[in-house]
Nanobody, 118 residues
């Protein structure tokens, strides 16, 4: 089975930083998604199984960085220059293929809340 557990969410002021962590399986491509109240779940960032390829949603490019440490079975999302619009529940997910679509991810964590105050 694949179990994913996110951590690192919290409340931060605009312009601040947070780093999210996700306990993950080394052999999977991983993605971060987020969902604000009343909104769809959107792609944030993705990384392939080896960590050599990354992808980002347009709204977070140049601000967020996805990485992974396969020795620790952990995927990270470093979030800098946070904006109130980044407020959402953030989910990590695992897929057998690189994708920006939620339907390609069959394993999901429980989510961690990130709140950015203005």
């Amino acid at each position: 089975q694949v179990q994913l557990v996110e951590s690192g969410g919290g409340l931060v002021q605009a312009g601040g930083s947070l780093r999210l962590s996700c306990a993950a399986s080394r052999r999977y491509n991983m993605g971060w998604f987020r969902q604000a109240p009343g909104k769809e779940r959107d792609f944030v960032a993705g990384i392939n199984w080896s960590g050599t390829t990354t992808d980002y949603g347009d709204s977070v490019k140049s601000r967020f960085t996805i990485s992974r440490d396969n020795a620790k079975n952990t995927v990270y999302l470093q979030m800098n220059s946070l904006k109130p619009e980044d407020t959402a529940v953030y989910y990590c997910a695992a897929s057998g293929s690189m994708s920006i679509s939620t339907v390609e991810y069959h394993y999901w964590g429980q989510g961690t809340l990130v709140t950015v105050s203005s």
